[in-house]
Nanobody
Framework: QVQLVESGGGLVQAGGSLRLSCTAP????????MGWYRQVPGMQRELVAF???????NYVDSVKGRFTISRDNAKNTVYLQMSSLKPEDTAVYYC??????????WGQGTQVTVSP
């Protein structure tokens, strides 16, 4: 029952920008707070940002002022606009619901690599 699809990752130099996209079924998207998560090998998967159905947002301290989460209800899509990227942002990025993640929703993720 994996239904969420992430895209938009890539290789960029420090200071560059990327926009990630996550598409979910409407039944999930319309009924849940959506979150972006990321994971580095050997580390726990961490929440990066979330957005509610009414577009209330929150961010982990390390990305405040650099990342912006948004949603397009007509497209059932949540975005993560990333700017001023740092090598420390290198990770696989995933989307899921917040705060109680559903194991079956995890997709393959999208790789973001930031070079010095």
């Amino acid at each position: 029952q994996v239904q969420l699809v992430e895209s938009g990752g890539g290789l960029v130099q420090a200071g560059g920008s990327l926009r990630l996209s996550c598409t979910a079924p409407g039944s999930i998207f319309s009924s849940n707070v959506m979150g972006w998560y990321r994971q580095v090998p050997g580390m726990q998967r961490e929440l990066v940002a979330f957005i509610t159905q009414r577009s209330i947002t929150n961010y982990v301290d390390s990305v405040k002022g650099r990342f912006t989460i948004s949603r397009d209800n007509a497209k059932n899509t949540v975005y993560l606009q990333m700017s001023s990227l740092k090598p420390e942002d290198t990770a696989v990025y995933y989307c899921n619901v917040w705060p109680l993640r559903r194991p079956e929703y995890w997709g393959q993720g999208t790789q973001v690599t930031v070079s010095p």
